[in-house]
């Protein structure tokens, strides 16, 4: 099972990015993206259901952040809009076979993960 991000870049603030996470291997339940700046703890940014396609979000990305998925191509996208100086941090794809309804948005139930890709927003 692998997951390669890709998509990630240096923009200044206000721009917009959009990430790709491409799964190969296994189909994932659920996937989600994480992201961790500098001295911070991994966060949890968005993630979505393969079977139900809902989502969900980090408060401090609502409204700007969408996530997407091609079930046919095993793929997850995150379209990030009206990007912040605060959102700059490595973006991480993962993966978790756990099924529920609702978008998995705990870390610790997703055991795939991606290498990270890098997303620098400067003011």
């Known amino acids: 099972v692998q997951l390669v991000e890709s998509g990630g870049g240096l923009v200044q603030a206000g721009d917009s990015l959009r990430l790709s996470c491409a799964a190969s291997g296994r189909t994932f339940n659920n996937m989600g993206w994480f992201r961790q700046a500098p001295g911070k703890e991994r966060e949890f940014v968005g993630a979505?259901?393969?079977?139900?396609?809902?989502?969900a979000y980090a408060d401090n990305v609502k409204g700007r952040f969408t996530i997407s998925r091609d079930n046919a191509e095993n793929t997850v996208y995150l379209q990030m809009n009206s990007l912040k100086p605060e959102d700059t941090a490595v973006y991480y794809c993962a993966g978790t076979f756990a099924s529920f309804s609702e978008a998995v948005t705990t870390q610790v139930l997703y055991l795939y993960w991606g290498q990270g890709t890098q997303v620098t927003v400067s003011s």
């Open positions: 979505i259901s393969r079977s139900t396609g809902r989502t």
